[in-house]
């Protein structure tokens, strides 16, 4: 073992240079034979460079190993794809093993901490470690070091600080000129902020960070950019799910205080938190208020800036926030956490000014009436009013914008009459009963009668039973290319499963609010055969046993179960073989079965 450590070493510090691959290969094969060898390649980045490098591993099967590590995912399954190993993806350290890399006798209280700086990053830890060591176990030193450690990033500092700057920029300039641009963006974002996956790269696409490539759309390439900015390990997913897409995610504190120092040195990103009020950059393009008191001197500061305007967003509680009159170069606006704060129907009512405006999200529980002028935001693609309790209903002007893709509104806001003339609309939430539900039906089946690229494709619909079954019954009502469909919530139940849900075979996500169920309305979900994830919420036990014969649920990868109240449903599963399986549902004995604090059983079964 020793001998064979020695050679490997000796060849490792020989071939740090590369040399012509054909003498490379030669030299390895005959280090390596006949023992068995184990060679290590470390911090790979590339996938071409790997390719370059297979030429020169030699081929034998006698129990040798090859070792890779990369931090970037396309690289390491190029790897696996070539030599037919295991990819092992390693996780954020949990809070005990990052404390092993810490040995702290009188200064334990400040552990957590400093540690949670780290986020769970061997290289962070150790780095912070170094600095921490240099110090002496006064309170008041270490206290400055985890301030400072954000404003360190900025203006340098301390030695090891700056290694860990290196080394993070390092990645960040590895990134193509996309991925950076949008990774800068996400300084937007507090710190240990859950970001939402979607909300995100709508931002992305309204601040024209994303362009089509390949013919894909660009919600499909903005898409590509977070899973690669995962893969690249420079965002954290959070919550994945049955499709292996992460719904959120969260960036951890040393790469987020490094992002913000590049947005701030480029006048990328302009940050206000708090009280804090330092002197504006002669231009503000992108503003960020985060849980922000400052008084009116400092809006009336942001106002005369405006022209340069491109983004306004809003985290947490905002005690003012400025009229949105003459931002003309705005193209973003989202307020969001905004309930407690001064945002009321005056602060929108000149919106129509901002032309450019592509997405719109407004969260205040004073907006309760939009302007007529909301129409003439030609460009605007994202509509997001959830929060705005108090609005009731929409201007009819809003049928105007035919470029809006995404509408969402709180539950209970009626939508305008011409719904259906919104030629370009792919999502819409939440769907309310109104005077004529007939006029009704019949403007929302006009979505229908789109071409395939702009179809509607996610459907929420919560109101009475008769408009769920005219809506999805109906021979006008066909909705050939809807992928995703949630139809009842709280208060809203149907009573059975709509039969014309047959005919979506494009179906892959179905959510149910339904009384109870009959076995009739299991066969209609079986008959559903690209049907992915299924969620069942019932509110009473079926009065017979259900059954799901193979082939039911064929496609299916995630099937989660909800009972409320009343006697306890209990959920068998069973596979009946390699390819399909079998679900039944019958009644049991309350008492035996299994139950959370809330009376409700929940079962979630993966494929």
């Known amino acids: 073992m020793k001998k064979t450590t020695h050679r490997l070493k000796m060849l490792w510090a020989r071939y740090d240079v590369a040399w012509k691959i054909q003498e490379v290969k030669g030299r ?37 190993r090859i070792l890779v590590t ?24 949990n809070d005990t093993d990052s404390q092993r890399f810490v040995v702290l006798v009188n200064c334990k209280k400040f552990l957590a901490v400093s540690l949670k700086k780290c986020g769970g ?19 008041e030193e270490w206290e400055m070091v985890l301030h400072s450690i954000g404003s360190t990033l900025e203006n340098g500092g301390d030695l090891q600080l700056q290694t860990m700057r290196n080394i993070l920029l390092l990645s960040f300039y590895d990134l193509p000129y996309y991925l950076k641009t949008c990774l800068l963006y996400m300084s937007m974002y507090p710190k240990d902020y859950e970001i939402d996956r979607k909300q995100l790269i709508w931002r992305w696409i309204a601040e024209g960070f994303v362009t089509e490539q390949g013919g894909d759309s660009m919600e499909k390439t903005a898409e590509c950019y977070f899973s690669e900015l995962i893969n690249r390990s ?96 705005l193209r973003l606006v989202d307020l969001d956490g905004c309930e407690s704060s001064d945002l009321e129907n005056h602060h929108i009512r000149n919106i129509g000014s901002s032309f450019q405006l592509r997405y719109l999200r407004l969260n205040g529980s004073r907006i309760s009436k939009l302007p007529q002028e909301i129409g003439s935001l030609q460009y605007l693609e994202n509509l997001d009013l959830r929060g705005c309790g108090l ?38 939430s939440d769907v309310f009963s109104c005077e004529n539900c007939v006029k009704f039906v ?30 999805i019954g109906g021979s006008c009502c066909n909705f050939p290319h809807l992928k995703r469909l ?89 596979r009946v073989n390699q390819e399909a399986r079998g679900v039944v549902m019958d009644k049991v004995d309350p008492e035996t079965a299994t139950r959370d604090g809330s009376n409700t059983q929940k079962v979630t079964f993966w494929n």
Not at 52 to 63: S, Y
Not at 79 to 91: F, H, V
Not at 123 to 139: D, G, H, M, P
């Open 28 to 64: 390895v094969m005959e280090e390596s034979q006949p023992e068995m060898y184990i060679i290590v390649i470390d911090d790979l980045w590339r996938t071409q460079d790997w390719e370059f490098m297979t030429l020169a591993l030699p081929e034998d099967k006698n129990g040798s």
């Open 70 to 93: 990369t931090r970037i995912m396309d690289v390491a399954k190029s790897c696996r794809s070539q030599i037919g190993d295991q990819l092992l993806e390693m996780a954020p350290l």
């Open 121 to 139: 990053l061997p290289l962070a830890i150790i780095t912070l470690a170094s600095v921490l060591a240099n110090k002496s176990e006064r309170k």
């Open 234 to 329: 420079m965002i954290q997913p959070i919550y994945v799910e049955y499709d292996g897409r992460a719904r959120a995610c969260g960036i951890h504190d040393t790469v987020h205080d490094l992002i913000i120092s590049l947005s701030i040195q480029d006048n990328f990103v302009t940050i206000l938190s708090g009280n804090e009020c330092n002197s504006f950059p002669d231009k503000i393009r992108r503003l960020s208020l985060q849980s922000c008191c400052a008084g009116v001197p400092v809006m009336q500061a942001i106002v005369s800036n405006k022209s340069h305007f491109r983004s306004l967003c809003s985290f947490g509680f905002i005690r003012r926030i400025p009229q949105l009159s003459g931002f003309h170069s």
């Open 391 to 428: 609005l009731r209903k929409l201007p009819p002007t809003i049928v105007r914008l035919q470029k809006l893709e995404r509408l969402f509104v709180e539950e209970g806001t009626k939508l305008p009459d011409e719904i259906g003339n919104m030629q370009n609309l792919q999502e819409l």
């Open 442 to 471: 019949e403007q929302l089946s006009k979505l229908t009668k789109l071409t395939a690229e702009h179809s509607l494709r996610s459907l929420w619909i919560y109101c009475e039973d008769p408009i769920i079954h005219a809506l």
């Open 486 to 574: 949630e139809i009842g919530t709280w208060p809203y139940k149907i009573s059975q499963v709509p039969k014309g849900m047959i005919h979506l075979a494009n179906l892959v996500d179905v959510r149910i609010n339904i009384k109870t169920m009959a076995q009739e309305d299991i066969g209609i979900l079986m008959g559903m055969s690209n049907l992915i994830s299924l969620h069942i919420y019932l509110w009473d036990h079926p009065n017979e046993r259900l059954i799901v014969n193979n082939p039911g649920f064929s496609s299916l990868k995630q099937f989660l179960f909800h009972c409320f109240g009343g006697p306890t449903v209990g959920l068998n599963l069973y």
